[in-house]
């Protein structure tokens, strides 16, 4: 079972500025998905990524895939309150077995 | 138009008690799994059942038992429940190929106190 480290694991931040999460593995990832999940949810797919190298970009969120394929970074810009939640990052090598990250839980503060 | 749907969202019970919980999709997708997440907000899969066959079970307690009728619906039954038992339980489908089976729909959790 491949695993997953998030860091960092908490995050307090003032609404309007930037931060950036991690996700590494000591094996090499097939695709990595990152998922955020809001108080009281479940997670919800922001992206996955699959090439090594890839940037994806959703609206304020940068998602960055190592070259390595065994990192992967979110870099959030003029973090706003509604971008507080947990953010996971999740591989499972192409099987049905998807293992997550411990996640980072961050709140952005007005 | 939920895609993925649980029930009941609350459950509490008394440590011994058996419960279910239920799980649907209308996505159309043939692999479904529950996971369960701790008070340390851990997720961990428990279960996977691809067109109604168990493909995955992690080591979890045979107290647990998922049922799927349908590939539309995993059901998990849990006997004698016990203490270590309470967390959130979410349900989860995709659509079974390498690219595409990571991509999880979660339904909403169901959160089970046990006492």
């Known amino acids: 079972t491949q695993l997953l480290e998030q860091s960092p694991q908490f995050l307090s931040i003032q609404e309007g500025e930037n931060l950036t999460v991690y996700c590494n593995s000591s094996s090499v990832f097939s695709s990595l998905q990152w998922y955020r999940q809001e108080p009281g949810e479940g997670p919800v797919l922001l992206v996955t990524v699959v090439t090594g190298g890839e940037v994806k970009k959703l609206k304020r969120l940068t998602f960055q895939f190592g070259d390595a394929r065994k990192d992967s970074s979110l870099h959030i810009t003029a973090a706003q309150p509604g971008d507080t939640g947990l953010y996971l990052c999740?591989?499972?090598?192409?099987?049905?077995?998807?293992?997550f990250g411990k996640g980072t839980k961050l709140s952005v503060i007005p | 138009d939920t895609a993925v749907s649980q029930t009941p969202k609350y459950l509490v019970t008394q440590m011994g008690n058996d419960k279910s919980i239920k799980c649907e999709q209308n996505l159309g997708h043939d692999t479904m799994y529950w996971y369960k997440q701790d008070s340390k907000k851990f997720l961990k899969i428990m279960f996977s059942?691809?067109?109604?066959?168990?493909?995955i079970n992690e080591t979890v307690p045979n107290r647990f038992s998922p049922k799927s009728p349908d590939k539309a619906h995993l059901n998990l039954h849990i006997n004698s429940l016990e203490l270590g038992d309470s967390a959130v339980y979410f349900c989860?489908?995709?659509?079974?190929?390498?690219?595409?089976?990571?991509?999880?729909?979660f339904g909403p959790g169901t959160r089970l106190l046990v006492l």
């Open positions: 989860a489908s995709s659509q079974n190929s390498p690219t595409t089976r990571e991509t999880q729909y």
């Open positions: 999740g591989s499972g090598a192409g099987s049905y077995q998807l293992t």
């Open positions: 059942y691809n067109n109604k066959e168990l493909i």
